[in-house]
């Protein structure tokens, strides 16, 4: 590209005119970074905060950050830009990254593809990065609490609502067999009942007996009851 | 009713135990063991139970055995005159009735929750636009917003009612259809659920306690509780802690201990049964505080170490340090070094920087319902497979809450079916579990857990010392210890020992009148009456006075059992001077014709 202009400008204009063209090329080369440095600060207005806890999501597994890493965050914002707004012309030199501190942490401003020293507005940098946020996690083998963006809050997933709770389905069955419980012992109690009453009349005892014998409550007596020998004197009289 | 008899003697000991053994030893043991100095609080409630609670326990069953009938019928015929102490014992198990069963539906509750991937106390809940947790989540702790909003949906105060929950409700419902089931046979049934409510509780407590002991952190709440303060020892609160606690522990003056004995055989050898009961109830109160403990050290160095990683995480995002410069161990090193080397930017961190401190979390001492659905459950969300831990918890609570209201419902059961008011047993107990659901309802609406806590708090604490205390002192003194002591004689063959006869009649009538009178004077000195009243802004329990009518309510519960002792005394002083005076004219009549 240098080389280009370098004829381009030597072909246009004069020799001299030229050099100057170079010169002022060669120190737009020189301050285009500077210049990057002045949109890309701590506590930018239009750029976040990145902050990565490497140890904490991969302890043993986890892998060195350095600048490769750096160019490859570089690389997926140049995506999540692409994918939210559509455009193509997204590249990595999009994405200015600054004040890395060991932590790890970082600062990036997004600049626009058209115009270098535009950066894109904060709003637009989050919808691209809620829209593609799964993807630059999975990226890095983090999650949303070990990769923050801070200020871009993750959204919760939605809580899952069953049509039926499922305590009312455990509650269900219990009281099910409870009813059964109850209702069992309800028709064994009279069946009993029954066969006993059959059982004395075909023996063909009479229901005087029966009534001495003081059939209360269903539970018929082993032997006879015989009331002569109730303490009544044992209770303190009147 | 007797024929209806234990199936052998080993099912009176398992419902006496099953009865005495509850959630009072789970909940309020350890918390006066917490209170009163750890180890040190074993000696009053040790002596205690000797001097006050084995001779009142022995006492009950003595009666029950040998009278043969509920306790309005057996306290009838000890003194006709005070036949209301038996009444009064009614009253105040129907109020029990009414409100116990009510944990039991919250246990339900929890253990039909916990069958679940996720239990529902683990995280709170996310609000609408799903930006966040639910705002009264966040301000209390997930587990507090799982019981006052989401078990309990509580109002504000007692005053403002609400509608009645449904969840709750259900719940309530099958916790007395249950109940009907155990007793629908009289203590036939009851005798076989016995078995197993009396034992399963001990495997659950034993599985619990070899997993609370392998938790990380237990020895810290075991090593806190058994490191005995002697100091106090000193104080008179804690004497009089144990003796109360020895005193509700055992469930004596229900009349559901008379009910149990009633069913003996006469020669049945109580004795030996009532010392084994009281000592299988304190050992187990010792036990289970073992088992609270190690899951209260495990949540406290839990809390502690969630604490110090949080600080931890504060420090590295702010100072942008690399993430292995500070590690658990070193974070208060760290703090005071930050300090000096960034003055200014520590003094940033301001009031988001917390202390973490072990004893602190360790000094929380909760009870009561506090104690079982929000501090065990939130130690439980930690362990891991919750939901099995959380299963078997539940089912533990529920074991010895319902074996606990197999006594109290026993209790109202007995006097009314001596009555023969309703001939099956069957439909009066159908009829007892209906009319108790209908009026529990009132505390499953929104405020009915405040109305809960009142009659938890009054309903049967006065009532019972007054009751046991004439008790004491009508068997001793006016039906005779001479009497009891041949009574005695003739059910076991051998004369009262003068352990027993010291204890009767001198020592436990002299501390149940100490007991009473330092209630008296607390409840004086105490002003008006408070309850704790859950603010949903603040996210925790605020102290709130009672409004007037609670008040008067609460007048009402004690007098209402109180006063059926003098008042039958006074109607049967009547019916006699009546009988008497008939008597007369009527001799005077026969004479003078």
């Not at chain 1, 535009?118 to 829209?131: G, N, T, Y």
């Not at chain 2, 210890?481 to 004369?495: Q, T």
């Amino acid at each position: 590209m240098i080389s280009y202009v370098f004829w381009g400008s030597l072909a246009l204009s004069g020799i001299k005119e030229g050099m100057l063209v170079w010169i002022l090329f060669l120190l737009c080369q020189v301050g285009a970074p500077a210049l990057a440095q002045d949109l890309c600060q701590r506590d930018a207005p239009n750029g976040y905060k990145v902050r990565i806890s490497l140890k904490t999501a991969l302890g043993e597994d986890a892998y060195e950050w350095n600048q490769s890493e750096m160019f490859f965050f570089q690389a997926t914002m140049a995506f999540a830009m692409r994918r939210h707004f559509q455009m193509e012309t997204y590249n990595v030199d999009n994405i200015i990254l600054c004040v890395q501190t060991s932590r790890v942490s970082f600062w990036f401003v997004v600049t626009s593809p058209d115009n270098t020293t535009m950066l894109i507005p904060k709003a637009d940098v989050e919808k691209a990065v809620r829209m593609s946020r799964h993807r630059i996690n999975n990226a890095f083998l983090l999650s949303d609490r070990t990769l923050e963006f801070l200020g871009i809050y993750p959204t919760l997933a939605a809580p899952v609502n069953p049509d039926t709770p499922p305590w009312l389905i455990v509650f269900g069955v219990v009281i099910g067999a409870v009813c059964v419980g109850i209702i069992a012992l309800l028709i064994s109690s009279l069946l009993q009942k029954r066969r006993k009453e059959k059982g004395m009349t075909e023996d063909g005892q009479d229901e005087e007996d029966m009534q001495v014998k003081g059939v209360e409550n269903g539970i018929n007596l082993d032997g006879t009851y015989n009331r002569g020998f109730t303490d009544d004197d044992r209770f303190t009289k009147l | 009713l007797i024929e209806n008899k234990w199936d052998n003697p080993m099912q009176f000991v398992l419902a006496c135990v099953s009865y005495a053994v509850g959630l009072g030893n789970v909940w309020r043991f350890p918390y006066l063991c917490q209170m009163h100095g750890g180890g040190g609080f074993l000696i009053p409630y040790m002596l205690m139970l000797v001097l006050l609670g084995v001779p009142l326990f022995y006492m009950e069953l003595a009666i029950g055995q040998k009278m043969r009938l509920g306790s309005i019928g057996a306290w009838r015929a000890i003194s006709p005159y005070l036949g209301g102490v038996g009444m009064a014992s009614v009253v105040t198990s129907m109020y029990l009735c009414l409100y116990y069963n009510v944990i039991n539906a919250w246990s339900f509750w929890y253990l039909f929750h916990s069958f679940q991937s996720i239990l529902p106390w683990a995280e709170c809940p996310v609000n609408s636009n799903l930006t966040g947790p639910v705002e009264e989540c966040e301000r209390a702790t997930p587990t507090q917003y799982f019981f006052y909003r989401e078990t309990l949906d509580i109002s504000g105060s007692i005053e403002e009612n609400g509608g009645i929950h449904m969840g709750q409700a259900l719940c309530l419902l099958l916790a007395w259809i249950i109940v009907y089931l155990f007793i629908i046979k009289g203590v036939k049934s009851t005798g076989k659920v016995v078995y197993f409510t009396a034992t399963f509780p001990y495997l659950v407590l034993i599985i619990y306690l070899i997993r609370g002991v392998t938790l990380h952190g237990s020895i810290n709440g075991v090593k806190y509780m058994f490191t005995p303060k002697m100091e106090q020892l000193a104080k008179p609160t804690t004497w009089i802690n144990a003796a109360t606690q020895i005193f509700f522990s055992l469930g004596l003056g229900f009349g559901s201990l008379i009910a149990f004995a009633s069913y003996n055989q006469y020669n049945n050898n109580f004795e030996k049964q009532a010392i084994i009961v009281s000592m299988v109830n304190s050992g187990t109160s010792i036990f289970a505080s073992i088992v609270t403990f190690s899951i209260y050290g495990f949540k406290a160095t839990f809390n502690y170490e969630s604490c110090l990683e949080r600080v931890r995480l504060l420090l590295l995002n702010t100072f942008d340090l690399a993430e292995d410069t500070i590690s658990l161990e070193n974070v208060n090193h760290w703090i005071a070094e930050l300090n000096r080397t960034h003055p200014e930017q520590f003094a940033s961190l301001g009031g988001r920087l917390e202390t973490c401190d072990l004893e602190a979390e360790l000094d929380t001492a909760v009870e009561g319902t506090g104690l079982a659905f929000i501090v065990y459950s939130e130690a439980i969300k930690n362990m891991p497979v919750s939901q099995l831990w959380s299963v078997l918890y539940f089912i533990m609570l529920l074991l010895l809450g319902m074996g606990s209201m197999l006594g109290n419902v026993i209790a109202v059961i007995t006097p009314l079916s001596d009555l023969k008011f309703i001939s099956v047993l069957s439909y009066l107990v159908g009829l007892v579990c209906l009319f108790c659901l209908l009026l529990g309802l009132g505390f499953t609406t929104r405020s009915g857990n405040y109305w809960f806590t009142m009659f938890n708090d009054y309903g049967a604490t006065f009532s019972l010392l007054f009751i046991v205390l004439i008790e004491v002192i009508t068997v001793c003194y006016i039906y005779g210890i001479k009497r009891f002591e041949k009574d005695v004689e003739d059910m076991l063959g051998h004369r009262l020992n003068c352990y027993w006869k010291i204890m009767l009649a001198g020592v436990s009538p002299i501390l149940l009148i100490a007991l009473f009178i330092f209630y008296i004077v607390n409840y004086i000195q105490g002003g008006t009456p408070t309850y704790q009243a859950w603010n949903k802004e603040l996210g925790k329990s605020v102290v709130t006075e009672y409004p007037p009518y609670a008040q008067a309510f609460i007048g009402l519960l004690l007098a209402s059992s109180v006063c059926c002792i003098p008042l039958t005394a006074l109607y049967t002083y009547c019916k006699k001077r009546n009988l008497a005076s008939g008597k007369r004219e009527r001799t005077v009549s026969t004479v003078s014709a």
